[in-house]
């Protein structure tokens, strides 16, 4: 996605939609939606649960 769209794009690793409020990267999401600021930076994202 970021090539065909150039800039930023910060990712995070796991499969719970919503779970970046607990996680280390929130602050530079905030920052994004606060200023336009982007970020490169990738996050482990919340542990998949094992069945």
Same mark, same amino acid.
């Given at each position: 996605?970021?090539?065909?769209?150039?800039? #930023?794009?910060?990712?995070? @690793?796991?499969?719970?939609?919503? *779970?970046? !409020?607990?996680?280390?990267?929130?602050? /530079? #999401?905030?920052?994004?939606? @606060?200023?336009?600021?982007?970020? *490169?930076? !990738?996050?482990?994202?919340?542990?998949? /649960?094992?069945?």
């Amino acid at each position: 996605m970021r090539q065909k769209i150039g800039g #930023a794009l910060m990712t995070v @690793d796991d499969d719970a939609h919503g *779970s970046l !409020s607990s996680l280390p990267c929130a602050d /530079p #999401a905030v920052t994004f939606f @606060d200023t336009g600021q982007t970020t *490169s930076k !990738s996050c482990p994202g919340a542990p998949v /649960p094992t069945l």
